[in-house]
């Protein structure tokens, strides 16, 4: 059979996933098409009420409350299972695989309790099931488990996995929330699961935990074996502990695996984690896992958990690996077509100019030791309208000179640039200033 050059695209659910996908692929289509060499096209999206106003546009006739519209359709090759729940989520998911389609889900609860039911028809049918967005939203961890790490054996995969429960302990534990309102934030900002029970109570993070124990050990832990707790024991009181003694209130995931006497255990689990690990800098609706394996050592991987747009990245990375399956393009990263597909893309793009680089900055001073010094150096920064935020002064008695240290408000490269240009030329400033930029990846 030929690879079919216009791949379609069928999604079942249209709430903060599924319109995160539908968004962020219509966005990117372009730019896909041209990585993948194929064609396209959003067929439908199927949700319960056709009335409900959602935050993302669709054409009214793209919209049915007909799944069959999207199963049975010829044209629709991948299936994205985005409406959650395990009764009509796992009937639908079956009807696509027994069809031959390719099944993308984030749906742990689905996996981790039918999994097996699941694997047989991709087996039977020649389809395929994938699920990155399953567990830990964006971060792409089953291919890191899969691909990245394969060389490893994991003694130890801890994280956290849950981003509500996240969410509520930082909110709690920083703001002072109560956890009844950190909960409601974290259902408007659409992190909670329908059911938020789940949450709370550790379930998710159990399907989570279950689906990366089978994945590193080939084997499902069942609930009677595996240790479930969630955080709604979890009051002001442990909070306080956690802070004055040196931890962080962290909602845990733990697999451990003996490869000698050849066990295995799963346990979700509110714990106190010393803070000078990093998961317990891990905060909000941030999910992190640290891998133990033997042969990388100690790896960990952390960001957005939950929520529509990271969740999507997952998705729609599922989405180009089936298509890359589908059309014998195993290597889409770096086929002769995507490469030059990068090629064109590069060609459009130009270096940032020093103006359009901005970040605050420190600087270190050594001045000559005498009265109106620093009114020069201050002169220079209004006169460049750099703004100084912080200032630090040292003496340095009998020496003639003196130590000042200094943080600017976020300023161009080429504002700074014509900042030090003027001070070099001061008498007054004796040594080459020492120039630091000041970063943090959030900015
Ligand atoms: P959601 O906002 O509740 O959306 C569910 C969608 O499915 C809605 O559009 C709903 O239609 C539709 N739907 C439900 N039952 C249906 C049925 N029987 N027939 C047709 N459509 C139906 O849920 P979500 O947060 O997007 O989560 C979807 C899945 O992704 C779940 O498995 C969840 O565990 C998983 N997940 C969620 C996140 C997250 O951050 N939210 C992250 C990772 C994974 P209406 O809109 O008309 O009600
Ligand atoms: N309800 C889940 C969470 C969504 O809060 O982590 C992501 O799987």
């Known amino acids: 059979m030929s690879a079919p050059r216009t791949i379609g695209i069928g999604i079942l659910g249209f709430g903060t996933v599924g319109q995160g996908v539908w968004k962020h692929l219509s966005e990117k289509q372009a730019d896909l098409e041209s990585r993948l060499g194929v064609k396209l096209d959003l067929r439908k999206a199927c949700v319960r009420d056709l009335k409900k106003k959602r935050a993302v546009k669709i054409p009214a006739g793209k919209l049915t409350k007909n799944p069959n519209e999207i199963i049975d359709d010829p044209k629709v090759h991948v299936v994205c299972e985005l409406i959650g729940g395990t009764t009509k989520a796992r009937e639908l998911t079956l009807r696509a695989l027994r069809a031959g389609k390719v099944v993308v889900s984030a749906n742990k609860a689905l996996l981790c309790e039918h999994g097996p039911e699941i694997f047989a028809a991709v087996r039977q049918h020649g389809g395929q099931f994938l699920f990155e967005a399953s567990v830990a939203g964006g971060i792409p961890i089953i291919k890191a488990i899969r691909e990245g790490l394969v060389a490893n054996r994991f003694e130890l995969i801890v994280g956290i996995l849950n981003g ?39 379930i998710d993070a159990w399907h989570k935990a279950s689906i990366l124990a089978w994945l590193a050990h080939g ?58 690990d990093i998961l317990a800098r891990v905060t909000g609706v941030n999910n992190g896992i640290t891998l133990r394996g033997d042969v990388v050592g100690a790896t960990t991987l952390t960001g957005r ?4 747009d990271a969740t999507a990245s997952a998705v729609i ?44 900055f420190y600087l270190r001073l050594s001045l000559l030791d005498k009265a109106g010094v620093s009114e020069g150096i201050y002169r220079i ?63």
Request: proline share 5%.
């Open 219 to 276: 084997k499902w832990a069942p609930s009677n074996r595996t240790l479930v707790e969630g955080i709604r024991n979890i009051g002001p009181a442990d909070i306080d502990f956690a802070r004055r003694f040196g931890f962080a209130l962290k909602h845990l995931a733990v697999i451990r695996r003996d490869f000698k006497a050849n066990w295995m255990t799963v346990g979700v689990y509110p714990a106190l984690v010393p803070n000078r």
């Open 305 to 308: 958990g939950a929520g529509g």
């Open 164 to 202: 509500t429960c996240n969410h509520i302990l930082t909110r709690m534990g920083v703001d002072g929330l109560s956890f009844a309102d950190a909960l409601k934030e974290a259902q408007v900002l659409g992190y909670a699961e329908a059911d938020p029970t789940l949450d709370v109570d550790g």
């Open 317 to 360: 990375g599922d989405i180009v690996d089936a298509i890359a399956a589908l059309t014998g393009n195993t290597n889409s990263g770096l086929t002769a077509d995507s490469l030059a597909a990068r090629e064109s893309q590069g060609k459009k793009v130009r270096m940032a100019d020093l103006p359009e680089i901005v970040s605050p």
């Open 381 to 443: 920064f209004s006169k460049h309208k750099v703004s100084i935020a912080r200032v630090i002064q040292y003496e340095h008695p009998n020496q003639g000179r003196g130590t000042v240290t200094l943080s600017t408000y976020p300023v161009d490269e080429l504002k700074m640039s014509k900042v030090l240009t003027d001070l070099r030329r001061l008498k007054t400033v004796l040594e080459e200033p020492v120039v630091l930029r000041i970063f943090s990846p959030e900015s």
